[in-house]
Every structure is written in C-alpha cells, then in structure tokens.
C-alpha cells in the first residue's frame, strides 16, 4: 500500500552527430511511499503439532528459530506473541511459557524453549480449536488484544482433526476481533498428497491450507530443506510490511537515490535494498525492510532511448 507524490521537470536535450539527430528528453521524478502501520499491533500465535511424528520438525525449527525471531523483534511493530499445541486432550490451547512481547530478553531461547516437545501429545491434532483458545481476548487475556490483528501459524506434519468446518473456525477467529485483520499461515504438507524429504515427511494439511489460502496467508512446505529462509519469509508476511515498491517510471538507474525516513541505505541484495528491472520496482531484504509508518522516497531520471531520424528514414516514410 502506497501513495505517489511525482514531480516533474523536463530537460531538453539537443544533440548532433554526423547526419543523425537525436534528441533525449529527460524527466526527474520524486516519487514517495509509505510503509504499512499495523495501528494496533499483531497477536503472533503459533500452533505447533507436538504429536510424537513430530521429533525432526521440531529440532529443525528450533535450530533456525532466530531466523523468525531475529525478523520480529527488529521489525519495530508491537507484538505479542505466543505458542500453543494441538493438544486438546491435556493442554487444551494454553499458552507453553510466557507471552513474548518488544520489551523481552533472550526472546530466541525463550521461544525455542517454547516449542519445544518433551512429552509427545495427543495423536488427535486440534489445531484449529487449539487456536481458538489461544486466541480468544477472554479465554487469554495476557496474550490476545482485541484490537490487534491475529496473525496464526500452523506447524503441522498432519491435517487438523477438530469437529468444527474451516468456515467456522475463521468466523469464531474474526468474531473475537471484529475491527481486526485475521490472517492464517500454514507450514504443512504439501498438495495433493504430502511430502518427503531428507530431514522430514507430512501428510497434506488440507484444512489449514484452506484457511490458509482463505486469508491470503503464507504457504510454506515441512519439508523443505531451507528452514531459516522459509522461517524469515513467514516472518515478514506476520509483521505484514510490504517489501516491493512499484516505481511509475522506468528509470536511468545511475541515477536512483532512496531514503528511508530520511536515512540513505545500503544498496545491496543482502539486508539492503535494490532496483528489479524487470518488475519496475525497488525492493528491499532482510534489515532493511522499511519499519511500519516509514516513507522511502525514491528520486531519479526518467531512461528515455535515443530518437533517431535520417533523411533517408524520413524518405522512406514518404
């Protein structure tokens, strides 16, 4: 989401070369964008399959969990976050530990310790009414505001088994934060009938793919191999700021200078920023992503090709 702010000023150009005319005329723009503000904050809860299939998972996401962590807690958004397991039959949608928050320490061992499986739970994966609980302003008032956007994670190598259809379980979601944005993510097997890998196998999840694609959620496969670059892609999606700025002009790229708030950054693929011909935008990764609330404004010269007319050209025309 952005608005654009161009200024325009021309400058003609003449120039002779043998019996060619060319003349270039190049236009200056300043174009301005804003990142997205997420208002009231993000409820971040993660619901995590801690069925005894799910020993390797677990030890991979625990080992890359900074990956997600290291994108949230820099992101300069008010969060909450918290982890819940499909387990209805003992844990039934209670928070494992403390409500991670901008103000705590050691927030990636905190949250590896969280997710954590000690002891195998129940074979029934509920995650849809797991999360209900977790999610719920009255049920979990220390983790869920009702004002704040929902922001759920699936991590499940099976499908959901709660008596409740996928319509219902998003209306109960939305109907507990009306004014809010409820977004799901599902990092689960793949369609249409699961996955294997080196380090992991799932079954599809086609329940929480549905709500998944429902909410314009992140699809990410258990069994991929790149846990960090999938965990620091869920995060970015989470803390919802857009990466991707589409320019209204294709421009002369010597020519780009960008500004965040005022600060120049790095120009670089990595926690930097960079110009995608082609798409026409400019992109940002990793540290760099603007923070909520932020303006980039993006100034450069128009490209404009060289036009060309001969007399031969012009004779031909006739």
């Known amino acids: 989401m952005y608005s654009s702010d161009v200024m325009t000023t021309l400058f003609p150009l003449l120039m002779a070369l043998g019996c060619s005319e060319y003349q270039v005329v190049e236009s200056s723009f300043v174009e301005s964008f804003y990142q997205r503000d997420r208002g009231e904050g993000i409820d971040i809860l993660w619901v995590v399959d801690n069925s005894a299939t799910m020993y390797e998972e677990h030890d991979l996401l625990m080992d890359s969990a900074d990956a997600f962590i290291g994108f949230v807690s820099n992101s300069s958004v008010d969060f909450h976050l918290g982890v819940v397991s499909t387990d209805m039959d003992d844990d039934r949608g209670q928070l494992n530990g403390s409500v991670l928050d901008v103000g705590s320490e050691d927030m990636v061992d905190t949250f590896i310790d969280q997710i954590e499986m000690q002891i195998a739970g129940s074979r029934n994966e509920k995650g849809f009414e797991a999360a209900l609980i977790g999610s719920d302003p009255v049920s979990n008032p220390s983790f869920a505001r009702k004002g704040a956007d929902l922001e759920l994670v699936v991590f499940s190598d099976e499908d959901d088994q709660s008596s409740m259809e996928v319509d219902d379980f998003l209306d109960t979601l939305q109907a507990q934060r009306p004014n809010a944005n409820v977004k799901v993510h599902a990092v689960v097997g793949d ?128």
């Open 191 to 318: 369609p249409p009938a699961g996955c294997v890998s080196a380090l992991a196998a799932a079954d599809v999840g086609t329940r929480y793919l549905e709500a998944q694609a429902a909410t314009l959620g992140r699809r990410e496969s258990i069994c991929t191999l790149d846990y960090g670059g999938m965990l620091a892609r869920v995060a970015l999606d989470v803390i919802g700021l857009d990466t991707s700025f589409a320019l209204s002009k294709v421009p002369a790229v010597a020519t780009i200078v960008l500004t965040v708030d005022g600060i120049v950054p790095h120009q670089r693929r990595w926690d930097g920023w960079w110009y995608d011909p082609g798409t026409n935008t400019i992109e940002f990764d990793g540290f760099a992503v603007p923070p909520p609330g932020s303006r980039i404004d993006v100034t450069y010269t128009e490209w404009v090709g060289p036009l060309q007319e001969t007399e031969q050209e012009e004779e031909g025309a006739e």
